[in-house]
């Protein structure tokens, strides 16, 4: 197949639902009961104690050749959201530590970029996030701590892993102008919303334990941007604290 017939292959597959609203819902591939574990014995995020959250993240490049998506993990750096777009002071242009996913989760990020309108003879930076949210009587199921907002990539994606005796975390997309709730549902497991983080803002509902006194909802939050206009590197940081 020539790149040209790739191009248009890759193109065609594209979700048509994300083509017509900018956001769309899909089944992702079963992920192994290793990764399914690893979420069992994840790291506290230290600058929200307030709240029970665990993650790691692991940085990835991307890029097509000859039939298939080949991705490398990038160098450990320091995990920046830009203050531009999150407003969280914990959070919005502070360098926070990540430790790395213990897994392999390219499976998944292919499976993200095959139903995306993405331009084959580009190259890709992926976020790739790991996150536990913990409801019980101590603490609330924050799902979502800086509330509706965008993430400040080219394209957000939640996937959820697990849903162990909860209930909530509705996952909206909302009209940044109106603030209209666009479309709202709960995922399930091995499902993910794909959302034009430029043109959306997103959010998800509390989680509290449906029976007993504890709850939990695992999920990847995947974040994808062309390499040039990537969310990593000493550029991306200085930007994203200024």
């Not at 690893?38 to 990835?60: A, I, K, V």
């Not at 320091?78 to 502070?94: F, H, M, T, W």
Request: hydrophobic share 40%.
């Amino acid at each position: 197949m020539t790149a040209l017939a790739e191009q248009i292959a890759l193109k065609n597959s594209a979700n048509s639902d994300y083509l017509e609203n900018g956001y769309c819902v899909i089944d992702m591939p079963e992920i192994p009961q290793s990764l399914l574990g690893s979420f069992d014995s994840m790291p506290r995020d230290m600058p929200s104690l307030g709240r029970h959250r665990e993650l790691r993240l692991t940085q990835y490049i991307g890029y097509w050749e000859e039939g298939e998506w080949v991705f490398a993990p990038l160098p450990k750096r320091n995990y920046v959201q830009s203050a531009d777009y999150i407003k969280l002071a914990e959070a919005g242009g502070v360098p926070r530590h990540r430790e790395q996913i213990v897994g392999d989760l390219t499976a998944l990020v292919a499976a993200v970029l095959n139903q995306l309108p993405v331009e084959l003879n580009e190259m890709f930076q992926i976020n790739v996030n790991q996150i536990r949210v913990t409801a019980n009587v101590e603490y609330k199921g924050v799902t979502v701590p800086e509330g509706p907002h965008r993430d400040g990539h080219e394209f957000s994606v939640i996937a959820v892993a697990r849903r162990n005796n909860v209930k909530g975390g509705e996952t909206h997309v909302i009209d940044p102008t109106t603030r209209e709730i666009l479309f709202r549902t709960i995922l399930d497991e091995n499902q993910a919303i794909l959302i034009d983080d430029e043109r959306f803002i997103h959010y998800a509902s509390n989680i509290e334990p449906e029976e007993g006194d504890v709850g939990y909802r695992d999920i990847w939050v995947i974040e994808i941007n062309r390499w040039h206009n990537r969310a990593y590197g000493p550029a991306h940081e200085r930007t994203s604290m200024a």
